[in-house]
């Protein structure tokens, strides 16, 4: 059985996890190819260097966004955390080929269901690329 380090009652207002990853071509294009969203904004770097105001494919929004579930169900609160809602805002585009680092905060602790209140962010270069929050169930103890 694997086991989360963080719970409900371990958890405190404050507490934060950061983590790295480099998003490559190769897995923007897999995603594409999973989710179907082949848009060429993410795929073709011709279209977007003649047609939009980027100089190179940008990352889908949603992938970023399952990056960061990855890290509340896998690495923070962890293995078992359920999440009851997410929402985020994209602040700005991540170029395809880029490290974007996941913050996440605890901000609030909901006694009355055992849920945790948490800020996700994402950022690229120094840069907010993407904030919002989420209720998450973390494991039981």
Do not use: W
Not at 18 to 45: K, Y
Not at 57 to 86: E, M
């Amino acid at each position: 059985m694997i086991k989360s380090e963080h719970t409900y009652e371990t958890l405190e207002v404050g507490d934060s996890y950061t983590f790295n990853r480099f998003l490559s071509q190769e897995e923007v294009l897999t995603f594409a190819e999973v989710s179907g969203d082949d848009n060429p904004i993410h795929v073709n770097p011709e279209y977007v260097s003649e047609h939009t105001q980027f100089d190179s494919p940008i990352v889908h929004g949603v992938f970023l966004l399952a990056v960061v579930s990855k890290v509340l169900g896998k690495d923070f609160p962890g293995y078992g955390s359920v999440a009851v809602s997410i929402s985020s805002k994209f602040v700005r585009p991540v170029p395809v080929e880029s490290e974007i680092t996941v913050e996440v905060k605890v901000v609030e602790k909901i006694e009355k269901r055992k849920h945790i209140k948490v800020r996700t962010y994402v950022y690229c270069g120094g840069k907010m690329a993407m904030g919002g929050e989420a209720i998450i169930v973390p494991p039981e103890s």
